[in-house]
T-cell receptor, first 113, second 122 residues
Framework: GIQVEQSPPDLILQEGANSTLRCNFS?????LQWFHQNPWGQLINLFY???GTKQNGRLSATTVATERYSLLYISSSQTTDSGVYFC???????????????FGSGTQLTVLP | DGGITQSPKYLFRKEGQNVTLSCEQN?????MYWYRQDPGQGLRLIYY???????QKGDIAEGYSVSREKKESFPLTVTSAQKNPTAFYLC?????????????????????FGPGTRLTVL
């Protein structure tokens, strides 16, 4: 199956700093999702980004599907940005159109005040 | 409000007992999924369902069972056959059904998650 690798595994920042999280995947994909898992476990959708660049406030993401990677940028980080960031890519299930997500192991981000 | 609800938030089970985790959505989504998360790891798929009365095994289905009698509901039963059931369980849904919509259309394929259930076996 497809492999998804995220780096770095851990990241500690001072409030206000910028950061870049990376997601590499082993096979061609036609979409990709970024999530933020808060300390209570809730997975929050950040981006659905098959290709190109999207921005939402202080966050932006870029996916280069031909080179099999995606980047998540966090600017002017805040303590509320702390948590685990996951990327996930779908595996088309042969019997239909529902698509299992294959997750990376995540990047644990800690933003210090 | 539209969304996905899971109950209970915390669940404790004695060894040898079956327990059922609830997942309900009012988003009118066709597809629903159950994932398991172990500490420090990503999520792994247990079961998924594309439409009512249909479901398929994921990567780690052994020791679990599901039903899909209503579009809104996709309960997961953790049976006594599951050797290591202590984990965080997340339910998800997507519009994605069996209509053959191309996967590049985000509104049909984006998965949204419920708040999760933490299961602990005593």
């Amino acid at each position: 199956g497809i492999q998804v690798e995220q780096s770095p595994p851990d990241l500690i920042l001072q409030e206000g700093a910028n950061s870049t999280l990376r997601c590499n995947f082993s096979d061609s994909v036609n979409n990709l999702q970024w999530f933020h898992q808060n300390p209570w476990g809730q997975l929050i959708n950040l981006f659905y980004i098959p290709s190109g660049t999207k921005q939402n406030g202080r966050l932006s993401a870029t996916t280069v599907a031909t080179e099999r990677y995606s980047l998540l940028y966090i600017s002017s980080s805040q303590t509320t940005d702390s948590g685990v960031y996951f990327c996930a890519v779908p595996l088309t299930i042969s019997s239909g159109s529902a698509r299992q997500l294959t997750f990376g192991s995540g990047t644990q981000l800690t933003v210090l005040p | 409000d539209g969304g996905i609800t899971q109950s209970p938030k915390y669940l404790f089970r004695k060894e040898g007992q079956n327990v059922t985790l609830s997942c309900e959505q009012n988003l009118n989504h066709d597809a629903m999924y159950w994932y398991r998360q172990d500490p420090g790891q990503g999520l792994r798929l247990i079961y998924y369902s594309q439409i009512v009365n249909d479901f398929q095994k994921g990567d780690i289905a052994e020791g679990y069972s599901v039903s899909r009698e209503k579009k809104e509901s996709f309960p997961l039963t953790v049976t006594s056959a599951q050797k290591n059931p202590t984990a965080f369980y997340l339910c998800a849904s997507s519009i994605d059904g069996t209509s053959g919509i191309p996967s590049t259309l985000s509104s049909y394929n984006e998965q949204f998650f419920g708040p999760g259930t933490r299961l602990t076996v005593l």
